[in-house]
C-alpha cells in the first residue's frame, strides 16, 4: 500500500495563476482531508469529504476547491494564487471518522 | 479562545527524563481526543487517542484526560533524542472534523 500519496512536492506559483494540488489514497477510506499548515502553527482544516460526491468546508475554504468524483482522488484545485496561499498543504484519510487521520507527505507551495 | 490551546514551547527535555505535555480544549462536550507527532519536515502521525478519563498507556506513551477540567497530557517516558519532535495535540470538534492546536516543540538533549 502506498497510502495517501500527494503530488507535487513543491511548486512556485505567480500571484493570479491557477493549480491543482493532487491527493490520492488506495486504502479505500471514505473520509478524507485537506488542510494547510503555516510555519510555526497548527493544522487548519479547508475542506473535507465523507465519501464520493460528498464535499464540505472546513476553517478556511476561501481561495480554495475540491471535488470528490471517486473514492480514491480528492484533488484541491486553486484559483487566482495569492501570497497568503502560502503554506504546506496536506492531504489526509480516515476510515472510521475525523479522529485517526493517515497523512500524506505535502506540498510546499510559494505564491511570488 | 482558542478551541485546542497548547503552549508552543520549545520544551527541553534531558535524555532519559519524563517529558510532559499539555493540552486544553474549551469544548465541555468533546469525547475524543489525539496526539499526533510531526517530525520537521514530515507530516504529522497519529500516536496515541485517548476517550476516557484517566491514562491510557501505549509503550513509552501515556495519555491522561481529564474532562472536568478540560484537558489532555501526554507524557513521555525515558525520553530518547528520536522523540525530538512538534507535538499536535486534536479534539474532534462538531461535523466531523479534527481541531488542532498549534503544536508544542520538544528537543530532547543527549
Known amino acids: 500500500n502506498a497510502g495517501v500519496t500527494q503530488t507535487p512536492k513543491f511548486r512556485i506559483l505567480k500571484i493570479g495563476q491557477s493549480m491543482t494540488l493532487q491527493c490520492t489514497q488506495d486504502m479505500n477510506h471514505n473520509y478524507m482531508y485537506w488542510y494547510r499548515q503555516d510555519p510555526g502553527m497548527g493544522l487548519k482544516l479547508i475542506y473535507y469529504s465523507v465519501g464520493a460526491g460528498i464535499t464540505d468546508k472546513g476553517e478556511v475554504p476561501n481561495g480554495y476547491n475540491v471535488s470528490r468524483s471517486t473514492t480514491e482522488d480528492f484533488p484541491l484545485r486553486l484559483e487566482l494564487a495569492a501570497p497568503s496561499q502560502t503554506s504546506v498543504y496536506f492531504c489526509?484519510?480516515?476510515?472510521?471518522?475525523?479522529?485517526?487521520?493517515?497523512f500524506g507527505p505535502g506540498t510546499r507551495l510559494t505564491v511570488t | 479562545q482558542k478551541e485546542v490551546e497548547q503552549n508552543s514551547g520549545p520544551l527541553s527535555v534531558p535524555e532519559g527524563a519524563i517529558a510532559s505535555l499539555n493540552c486544553t480544549y474549551s469544548?465541555?462536550?468533546?469525547?475524543?481526543f489525539f496526539w499526533y507527532r510531526q517530525y520537521s519536515g514530515k507530516s504529522p502521525e497519529l500516536i496515541m487517542s485517548?476517550?476516557?478519563?484517566g491514562d491510557k498507556e501505549d509503550g513509552r506513551f501515556t495519555a491522561q484526560l481529564n474532562k472536568a477540567s478540560q484537558y489532555v497530557s501526554l507524557l513521555i517516558r525515558d525520553s530518547q533524542p528520536s522523540d525530538s519532535a512538534t507535538y499536535l495535540c486534536a479534539v474532534i470538534g462538531g461535523a466531523q472534523k479534527l481541531v488542532f492546536g498549534q503544536g508544542t516543540r520538544l528537543t530532547i538533549n543527549p
Open positions: 469544548d465541555r462536550g468533546s469525547q475524543s
Open positions: 485517548i476517550y476516557s478519563n
Open positions: 489526509a484519510s480516515s476510515s472510521s471518522g475525523p479522529g485517526e487521520q493517515y
